[in-house]
């Protein structure tokens, strides 16, 4: 009886002393990842409260992010109209490519990774090998003959070479992500479909694309952040300054005047995250997701 | 009788002959080729062609206004005898790739596991250390860095609390490069997801298993957990690494476009790039690319042919 009452409670101290070091753990934990995460987004704020500091106290104000006493907002104006060509042209500029972009990429992809996924063809596991070669391709390989081409066309200093390879499904990547989610479809869904009648075009249209909303959605968020981001592609194609991209106009703001303006660059800095911004508070299980399922690089 | 009931007795007849046969063929291989046509016209005209186009220019003199030169493999042998330039920037990348990915990969997944274990808040970790990846393309971030990383940046203003006065990180060859793996570290949010995503995939009924027969948790860390998660290391490190050889704005933008200082920011796709697009020497960068294509696909086929050994595929 004894013995029994002794193991009862040895049991209930060791279990007592492994909650307690599992408290200990997850207080530890907890401490290590909300300091991990205010190291990480520090950079982020800094730039933010730099943006409203006077020109004159961004470098005394130390490492503090609090908003200065003179909450100050010229920055804003002062980067907007800073270089010749005003920053409103930059973003209606980004903007154009980007949503362009999007269409161009969601169409296009779309087309193609229902050919893949759903559609009997001869050579069809051969494209596919293809197509999936094309994602380990480094760009600069057809860099050079892309610029050729683009420059012969007449369409240097336009945004065609930004956008119509989107139209092309240039970006392989989207192609992929869409077969591995059209797959996933039940494929009673087009058969019945076939059943009554229905060509392939009316089952990738009334089928596929009203069931495929989720993947659709995070291809077109992430063309337009990564079109959005998109420095080399505008470097190389524009080069006046009134079809510039946001990203250029930075660049250009950082070169032209010298070291002066921070407040101005700052500003524009933060308004050129905005846009994402915007699509990670809204969309980011999306995001995420999209990168668990298919493994995104960023 | 429907048409689709003709096309599908004429397809129980078997090889039906004449119009038929074509009819048919059309029926069955049209649609997918016309579906995949856009991306044929890509595929041929802005990548096929231009893959060909660039192993041709690579072997002559190419300035862009005139027509290119036969040049043999001059390119080639000046790249490899006598280029300071092509050597410090082979140097910088891969001292970039070497380091950036390792350390990237481990803090992914170091933050990784200490999320799995079922930490409250866990979403709302995640979602703050991935935007640092989300927004970190941005030359607003390279800009950012630029300051952080000056000579009265934000980092220097935290080392004088402690007294210290640190360097100007960013135009110091010793250090340069060194900012620009961080600002890569800093991006490890969704090689960090895509860890979490593998650490949940490995079926539960393996840790009972083992902590039924009383296995420490290191001991189920090394034995299951990373053997499990080998394929997943190895997906990442792939990417990671092919993203570390084709990075460029960070470097152009801290560097001012030159690689500055002394060469030590001369990342390879910035070296190209200058090559084709400051200097017109097209046929010597497409040469350049062709080298980089080339190290890419043996690093690929190398990994793939090591993985043999260490990555543990189910079946």
């Given at each position: 009886m004894t013995t029994d009452v002794q193991r009862l409670t040895v049991v209930t101290e060791d279990d007592a002393s492994r909650r307690l070091r599992r408290r200990v753990f997850s207080v530890v934990a907890h401490l290590l990842l909300i300091g991990a995460s205010i190291l990480?987004?520090?950079?982020?704020?800094?730039?933010l409260a730099s943006s409203f500091r006077p020109e004159n106290e961004i470098f005394t104000s130390g490492i503090s992010v609090m908003p200065s006493a003179s909450w100050d907002l010229d920055s804003y104006p002062r980067g907007w109209n800073g270089l010749q060509v005003g920053f409103g042209t930059f973003f209606s500029n980004s903007f154009i490519i980007s949503i362009l972009s999007v269409i161009g990429n969601v169409a296009a992809c779309s087309l193609a990774a229902f050919a893949f996924a759903r559609l009997e063809f001869r050579g069809r596991k051969f494209w596919f090998a293809m197509?999936?070669?094309?994602?380990?391709?480094?760009?600069?390989?057809t860099l050079i003959p892309q610029y050729v081409l683009f420059l012969n066309l007449g369409w240097v200093n336009t945004f065609l070479?930004?956008?119509?390879?989107?139209?092309?499904a240039a970006d392989a990547f989207f192609i992929f992500l869409m077969v591995q989610f059209f797959r996933g479809i039940p494929k009673e869904l087009d058969e019945a479909a076939r059943m009554d009648g229905a060509g392939p075009w009316r089952i990738y249209w009334k089928i596929m694309l009203p069931l495929s909303t989720p993947v659709l959605a995070t291809a077109a968020i992430f063309t337009f952040i990564w079109t959005w981001d998109d420095f080399f592609g505008p470097l190389i194609y524009l080069s006046e300054l009134r079809d510039y991209?946001?990203?250029l106009g930075l660049r250009t703001f950082t070169d032209s005047t010298g070291q002066s303006d921070y407040g101005g660059l700052f500003a524009m800095s933060v308004l050129s995250l905005v846009p994402i911004f915007v699509f990670f508070l809204f969309f980011q299980r999306l995001l995420i997701e999209g990168i668990a399922t298919t493994g995104m690089k960023r | 009788m429907t048409a689709q009931s003709i096309s599908a007795s004429a397809r129980n007849k078997g090889g039906a002959v004449g119009s038929t046969f074509w009819s048919r063929a059309w029926e069955?291989?049209?649609?997918?080729y016309l579906f995949l046509l856009p991306w044929f016209i890509g595929f041929f005209g802005l990548t096929i062609g231009p893959i060909i186009t660039s192993l041709y220019l690579s072997f002559t003199h190419f300035d862009l206004l005139t027509a290119p030169r036969w040049a043999g493999l001059d390119n080639y042998i000046r790249m490899?005898?006598?280029?300071?330039?092509?050597v410090a920037s082979m140097r910088v990348t891969m001292f970039f790739v070497i380091f950036s990915v390792p350390l990237k990969l481990a803090f992914a997944l170091g933050v990784a596991l200490l999320l799995n274990r079922g930490m409250r808040g866990l979403p709302l970790y995640r979602a703050l250390f991935y935007l640092p990846s989300l927004l970190g393309a941005?030359?607003?971030?390279?800009?950012?860095?630029?300051?952080?990383?000056?000579?009265?940046?934000?980092?220097?203003?935290?080392?004088?609390?402690?007294?210290i006065v640190g360097p100007s990180?960013?135009?110091?060859p010793n250090y340069s490069l060194w900012t620009l793996i961080v600002l890569s570290i800093w991006q490890f949010g969704s090689p960090m997801i895509i860890f979490l995503a593998g650490l949940r995939s490995i079926p539960q009924d393996m840790y009972e298993a083992a902590s039924l027969e009383g296995a420490s948790k290191w001991r189920v860390f090394w034995k299951i957990t990373l053997p499990m998660l080998t394929p997943v290391v190895f997906f990442n490190a792939i990417i990671q690494t092919i993203e570390g050889f084709k990075s460029f704005t960070p470097a152009f933008i801290i560097s001012g476009g030159t690689g500055s200082p002394i060469n030590s920011t001369l990342f390879y796709t910035l070296y190209l790039y200058n090559e084709a697009f400051s200097f017109f020497r097209m046929g010597y960068a497409s040469a350049l690319a062709w080298v980089l294509l080339a190290i890419v696909a043996v690093f690929t086929a190398f990994s793939f042919f090591t993985s043999k050994f260490w990555v543990h595929y189910d079946d």
């Open positions: 990480m987004l520090y950079p982020l704020l800094w730039l197509m999936l070669m094309t994602l380990m391709l480094p760009y600069q390989v070479p930004l956008i119509v390879p989107k139209f092309l991209t946001v990203m | 069955n291989h049209a649609p997918g490899f005898t006598n280029d300071r330039n092509f941005s030359v607003a971030i390279a800009i950012l860095w630029r300051q952080i990383f000056a000579g009265d940046g934000l980092v220097n203003q935290f080392l004088a609390l402690f007294g990180w960013i135009s110091n």
